[in-house]
């Protein structure tokens, strides 16, 4: 069973730092993907950033050059750094996987496997 896990949320004022953290357990493929979603209240869930299988990365155009996704050796954990966060960026960060996602990954249907989710704050 495919466990996903979130942590390092918080509260922060514009212009800081956080990094968010998540760990996959139970994947027994080397062959995925993973990525971060957000959600803030009344809005969408909307695609943050992702890692492919290939190491390639890709970013919202809202967080390019402030946020940056990466994976630990073991390729089922993931980080999101988050520099210069602004109040917009606040939001419940959500962890995914998925056996693939290629160009499709913001879509969050192609994802598998959902985290429970770690609130980031941003105030002004």
């Known amino acids: 069973q495919v466990q996903v896990a979130e942590s390092g949320g918080g509260s922060v004022q514009a212009g800081g730092s956080l990094r968010v953290s998540c760990a996959a357990s139970?994947?027994?493929?080397?062959?995925?993907?993973m990525g971060w979603f957000r959600q803030a209240p009344g809005k969408e869930r909307e695609g943050v950033a992702a890692?492919?299988?290939?190491?390639?990365?890709r970013y919202a155009d809202s967080v390019k050059g402030r946020f940056t996704i990466s994976q630990g050796n073991a390729k089922n954990t993931l980080y999101l750094q988050m520099n210069n966060l602004q109040p917009e960026d606040t939001a419940m960060y959500y962890c995914?996987?998925?056996?693939?996602?290629?160009?499709?990954?913001?879509?969050?249907?192609?994802?598998?496997?959902w985290g429970q989710g770690t609130q980031v704050t941003v105030s002004s």
């Open positions: 995914a996987a998925a056996w693939a996602c290629g160009a499709s990954w913001a879509v969050s249907n192609v994802y598998n496997y």
């Open positions: 139970g994947w027994t493929s080397s062959w995925f993907c």
């Open positions: 890692i492919d299988s290939d190491g390639s990365t």
